[in-house]
């Protein structure tokens, strides 16, 4: 079967930075997805991660290791437009299909 | 970017009647489509996977007689609810892929009653 978990919820002030873990066990990985999600919207792309190390893109950066089954998240100097939900997202390459994690609600507060 | 509407974005119906959700592909020809459900405070779920002129792929426990969908071309599906019931109320999120990387619509908002 398909695991991937991420923690429930996590708090954090604004203009500080916040990692966000996923692990996963998946029958096959082509590719980890990171998106965003406000509430009652749809998720929006943030990253994609296919090969191990850190992928930076702006105030946003991502990690991953193959080996561990591990990625992270990492958002720099925070604003209170990013409390939100943080989906990680397996590629198993099946079928275009990806297995969603249970997703991480971000509260920034001043 | 690519960009997925879908239709309505939010819709009220009786317990009993059946409603039809439309995804399109606006830019872009997709090969796949999937519709996914999501409660609140809970993370995507996948129900089926669609694709053009044949029959969706249901996840398991999605019972594909109440969930009925149609992928009549490369740039539509759509998502009919039969016999709605107040537990089918949530949010319903179409995707659409025309390689890995898939491209959400903006979700609607069923409200069974």
């Known amino acids: 079967g398909q695991n991937i978990d991420q923690p429930t919820e996590m708090t954090a002030t604004e203009g500080a930075i916040v990692q966000i873990n996923c692990t996963y066990q998946?029958?096959?990985?082509?590719?980890l997805f990171w998106y965003q999600q406000h509430a009652g919207e749809a998720p929006t792309f943030l990253s994609y991660?296919?090969?191990?190390g850190l992928e930076e893109k702006g105030r946003f950066s991502s990690f991953l290791s193959r080996s561990k089954g591990y990625s992270y998240l990492l958002l720099k100097e925070l604003q209170m437009k990013d409390s939100a939900s943080y989906l990680c997202?397996?590629?198993?390459?099946?079928?275009?299909?990806?297995?969603f994690g249970t997703g991480t609600r971000l509260q920034v507060t001043l | 970017g690519a960009v997925v509407s879908q239709h309505p974005s939010w819709v009220i119906c009786k317990s009993g009647t059946s409603v039809k959700i439309e995804c399109r592909s606006l830019?872009?020809?997709?090969?796949?489509m999937f519709w996914y459900r999501q409660f609140p405070k809970q993370s995507l779920m996948l129900m089926a996977t669609?694709?053009?002129?044949?029959?969706?792929?249901?996840e398991q426990g999605v019972e594909k007689d109440k969930f009925l969908i149609n992928h009549a071309s490369l740039t539509l599906s759509t998502l009919t609810v039969t016999s709605a019931h107040p537990e089918d109320s949530s949010f319903y999120i179409c995707?659409?892929?025309?390689?890995?990387?898939?491209?959400f619509g903006p979700g609607t908002r069923l409200t069974v009653t």
């Open positions: 830019d872009f020809q997709a090969t796949t």
């Open positions: 998946t029958s096959g990985f082509n590719g």
């Open positions: 995707s659409a892929t025309d390689d890995y990387e898939q491209y």
């Open positions: 669609s694709n053009e002129g044949s029959k969706a792929t249901y």
């Open positions: 997202a397996v590629y198993t390459g099946t079928a275009s299909k990806l297995t």
């Open positions: 991660n296919v090969l191990d």
